[in-house]
Structure formats: C-alpha cells, structure tokens
C-alpha cells in the first residue's frame, strides 16, 4: 500500500484534522490519481456528522474528485499517465445486475461501492471501508474513472461529479429541452448547476427559489423567469405551467403546491432528502396526469455524457476554493447557505 496524505473527522461533532491515510497497491485494472480538488457536498456534512448514521470512523468524505492520473495497472485501457480525470460518487458495482449491464451502476442490485464510508475487503483500503477524495491521491478500478476534457479547468469540473450529474440525469431522462418549460426548485450547489444545464439543453427555464435575493445570478446563469415562493401569489400566478420540475432542496416543502405548476403530463422529481414525507393528494396527480418521482445520480457512461456535454457549452460550477485547514468554517457555511455555490479543497494545501 502507498501513503497518502488527507483530511479526516474522528468523531461527529469533531474537527477535520490531517492524517496519514494507506491506498491500495495498483491491481491490474487500477488507475492512480493525484488529487488537486475536491469539491463539498452536503453528502459530506450529513456523513461527517452522523446525521445519516452509520458513519465509520475516522472518515475522509470527498466525492467530487478532479486530478491527474499518475500511475495505471498493467492492463489500464482507457486512461494513461498525465490524463485529466475525475471520480464521482462510486467507485465501483458488481457489474454484473441488470442495472450495471444497462450502465446504471448508481442502482446496482447488489450494492455500490461508494467512494467513501462503504464496507470494502481490508486490501481495498486499509480499515475496511472506503476513504474519500479529501486526500492527496486515491486509487479507483478504470471503469470508475471518468475522463474530464480539456475545455473544463479540474477546479470548476469537481462539484460537476456528483452536482453535475444529480441534475444532468433527470434533466435527460425527462426530455428537457426545446420547448420545453423547465423549473429548478433552489438556487444553491445543485440548483444553480441545473440551471445552467437545462439552458444549455434549450429549455425555458424558471427558477423557483424562497426569495430574489439570487435572481441576478440565476438570470445569468441562464434561467428566463425568476420567482419568489415565499410570496404565495406565485403559486396561483404558475399554475399548470411547467413540463418538469426538480426540486434540488432538502426542505419539508408542501410538495403538493409545486405538483399543481405541472402541465398535463408534467413531472416532479425529488433530489433532496426531507426529514419528512412528501405529501399528495392521488386526485392531484390524476387529475393531470402528473408524475411524482425522484432520481440520484446517473451512471457511468451518463456521468461521461455530461462532463463531455459541459466542455462544449462552457459549463463549470461556480466555486470557492479553500485551503483543507477551513473544511470546518466551510461545513459551517455551506449549512448556513452562505457560500456562491460551492467549496472545493485545493488539496496542494494538504
């Protein structure tokens, strides 16, 4: 095993202190990395601090990972030495289940591998579970390495492998596009990448967001419309009127109020997690024919598609780069939804 240096919680309510963590040695299949930024995701805090229980501890979180590749397994085909890559939120499935055959790994029968906090054999990863991207280099199986292209710089393109693709999924899956009336609920680390997306795909796009204290920025990012929900004539004014709506906040929202903007045929897609159930009445959906659903990530080969979709239309997240001695001010911030719009770790301050 090699020695890598990162950043790790020992206990819920601790502090991010460096550590000495051991990555496996290169197998056959294996693609080493060098770490230069790890985006923060909410995923972390939730995992950091136990509050999705479970935790292992210590534990490295870190599932936006942007670097170089600086060493390949022997029978490595798809990326060489000096590549730019990027690793998301798994780091490997059975491959063998339905799910992965279809190049949805994200809902493996099986299980997935995630890149951090999940069970692994003790040669994986010394522990016996994963250790996240919050480190100076990883070791990750090539089918779980995705290539980032050139007109995407590593910082920008981090948040892009797990809030790029949190969006990019369901934006596709339900045919955003041309014609199409597209609203994003939230205006934060996922919200204000959706935006750009659905812009870029030719959607008429409206922000729904508890205030305008953003519309500025969603209107540059793309957005066509901008509304406040804290201002309930919105509700009446917007009724009927969108084909998809993703809702990328994890508030208890009265979810039945955003499912009447649906069209005929229109579709609500959950991303966040409330503490609560959503709540609709079936005579809501029935009435219009509407869809209530929910989706995570997306695969591999879909996760691919849209790095390779952000480079053509000049899309990266908008960021603020720390040093790894703030991920605690961060985590704090980020809470508090004071930051434009994400963190990312320049991990050479490790």
């Not at 936006?64 to 490997?92: K, Q």
């Amino acid at each position: 095993m090699s020695t890598a240096a990162a950043y790790a919680v020992s206990a819920p309510d601790g502090t991010f202190e460096k550590i000495a963590i051991e990555r496996r040695d290169l197998g056959p299949h294996d693609v080493l990395i060098d770490v230069k930024y790890a985006g923060i995701c909410h995923s972390d805090i939730h995992t950091a601090r136990n509050e999705w229980h479970g935790t292992a501890y210590p534990c490295v979180p870190g599932h936006e990972i942007a670097g170089i590749v600086s060493a390949v397994g022997s029978e490595v085909t798809r990326h060489r030495v000096g590549d730019r890559v990027g690793v998301g939120c798994m780091v490997d499935s059975c491959g063998e289940c339905e799910s992965c055959l279809a190049g949805e790994q994200q809902y493996c029968t099986r299980g997935v591998t995630w890149t951090y906090n999940t069970p692994v054999p003790a040669e994986q990863q010394a522990g016996g579970y994963t250790l996240g991207g919050y480190s100076t280099q990883v070791v990750v199986t090539e089918g779980f390495v995705l290539s980032i292209p050139d007109g995407i710089g590593l910082d920008v393109a981090a948040p892009l492998l797990c809030a790029g693709i949190t969006l990019f999924s369901p934006l596709r899956h339900w045919n955003a596009g041309p014609g199409k009336k597209v609203a994003i609920i939230g205006m934060g680390g996922l919200g204000h990448v959706g935006v750009k997306l659905a812009a870029a795909m030719g959607a008429e796009v409206t922000v729904l967001s508890h205030s305008l204290s953003k519309q500025e920025d969603g209107l540059r990012f793309g957005a066509a419309h901008y509304y406040a929900t804290g201002d309930r004539a919105t509700f009446k004014q917007l009724r009927g009127s969108f084909d998809l709506i993703i809702n990328t906040v994890s508030a208890d929202l009265p979810i039945e109020d955003y499912v009447k903007l649906l069209k005929l045929d229109g579709s609500l897609v959950l991303l966040g997690l409330p503490e609560k159930p959503a709540t609709v009445r079936a005579s809501t959906l029935a009435g219009m024919r509407r869809s209530l659903s929910g989706s995570m990530i997306g695969g591999i080969p879909q996760t691919q598609e849209m790095l390779d979709f952000c480079a053509a239309h000049g899309i990266g997240a908008e960021i603020e780069v720390i040093s790894a001695d703030r991920i605690d001010e961060a985590y704090d911030r980020a809470v508090a939804s004071d930051v434009r719009y994400r963190f990312v770790i320049d991990t050479a301050t490790m």
